[in-house]
């Protein structure tokens, strides 16, 4: 999918600051005590001088605290109205669970975050509230080691307040740049977050692809993940990737072709057999029970681990942004090439807000981000749900 930057906004105006050396602050807790200390919250004046409109109730559309109302901010002062400061809401993480080294957590999330050409899907809203949403719902109650997100392709909050500033708000400080290629003209919304030191890292950009799939860098990234506990450290391997999205019968020779060409990636980076391997991301294949999963994942040389709790779909037909399916499309899946797990299991969850928010869903002729209550916002929906996919947790034990 073609992707630009938004440089501007229907609704309310924006001036920024980004958190400080988030991520730095996390390698050096981390590398030192095998703990992270809680990031300073990430925060964001809204209004725009000489003339600020904001209000507390902008924070609140983007599901964000207000902190304080002024007239100049972080900028030039407001000749008539003002501006306000809002932050990440706090949101303590003591996992009822206790962390172990040789227990590794993945999250696969398609967060649908795509360019406002495609329409208006209340892209901000929904990117300002799925950090929180994931720290209050699963790293409450567990730790998340690593979250590989698909269909990031802004990944803002609010103008020069990004997703991955949100994320190190709640304990994810390291991540690596999305997925792209000079020769496409949008990235591939492909990218790896991770509560640990990535200490090793590689992308790579299928050559088989179909379009419109193909305007977009989709592919592999690689992480190379050292998980730090009491000063002992263990290495986990971790490869994001989206493949072709549906668009004819043509399509399954293309996700063949592509779990060829990630297969290879793999074996390329030479990971010893000792440690273990994960492959996540949307396959855009239905499973588990169909013979084009089975030759996926015969080709990919992973295998499928059990599917526990309620859901057994990561899109499902009560989904209040798109409701279809039931499908299983979205997967964690171990080598079988690698060190193998001795429990594993996928989790799918309906990661939702606590309660419900507005967005735009029709704007003629705005490709830009538009508020919800805004004049230029032809029809506005209530929505719980943070994107079309639901999440999949996958949890992986492993021997010392």
């Not at 304990?171 to 997925?179: A, E, K, M, R």
Request: net charge neutral; with cysteine.
């Amino acid at each position: 999918m073609w992707y630009e930057t938004p440089s501007k906004m229907e609704g309310f105006n924006v001036v920024a600051g980004r958190p400080l050396v988030l991520a730095m602050l996390g390698f050096f807790l981390s590398s030192t005590c095998g703990c992270l200390a809680s990031a300073p919250q990430a925060t964001v004046w809204l209004g725009t001088s000489p003339f600020c409109a904001a209000s507390s109730r902008d924070c609140d559309l983007m599901g964000l605290s207000y902190v304080r109302s002024d007239t100049s901010g972080d900028g030039l002062p407001c000749l008539r109205g003002e501006k306000v400061l809002c932050e990440a809401p706090m949101i303590p993480l003591n996992p009822a669970t206790p962390d172990r080294l040789t227990k590794f957590t993945v999250v696969q999330y398609n967060i649908m975050d795509r360019p406002f050409w495609v329409g208006q899907e209340g892209q901000w809203e929904r990117v300002c509230r799925i950090p929180q949403a994931l720290a209050r719902s699963i790293a409450t109650q567990e730790a998340i080691d690593v979250i590989v997100f698909n269909e990031s392709f802004s990944g803002i909050c609010a103008q020069n307040l990004h997703l991955t500033d949100l994320l190190a708000s709640y304990g994810w400080p390291h991540y690596l740049p999305t997925v792209s290629a000079w020769w496409k003209p949008s990235d591939g919304g492909i990218f790896i977050a991770s509560k640990w030191p990535i200490v090793v890292s590689e992308d790579m950009v299928y050559k088989s692809c179909r379009f419109p799939d193909c305007l977009a860098a989709k592919g592999v990234q690689y992480a190379g993940i050292e998980k730090v506990l009491n000063g002992h450290t263990k290495r986990y391997h971790v490869f994001g990737t989206h493949l072709q999205a549906w668009g004819g019968p043509q399509v399954a020779a293309v996700r063949s072709e592509q779990a060829r060409e990630l297969a290879r990636f793999v074996e390329q980076q030479e990971i010893p057999s000792t440690e273990p391997v994960l492959l996540a991301g949307d396959f855009n294949t239905r499973g588990p029970g169909n013979p084009q999963f089975q030759a996926l994942i015969d080709s990919l040389g992973v295998s499928m681990p059990p599917i526990v709790g309620e859901r057994k779909a990561t899109m499902d037909v009560d989904n209040s942004l798109f409701g279809r399916g039931p499908w299983w499309v979205d997967y964690v899946l171990p080598s079988n090439a690698h060190q193998q797990p001795t429990k594993s299991e996928l989790h799918v969850v309906a990661l939702r807000p606590e309660r419900e928010f507005a967005i735009c869903v029709e704007a003629r002729l705005r490709p830009f981000y538009v508020a919800p209550y805004a004049t230029a916002c032809r029809k506005t929906r209530h929505v719980r749900d943070l994107s079309d996919h639901y999440p999949v947790i996958g949890r992986f034990d492993y021997a010392n």
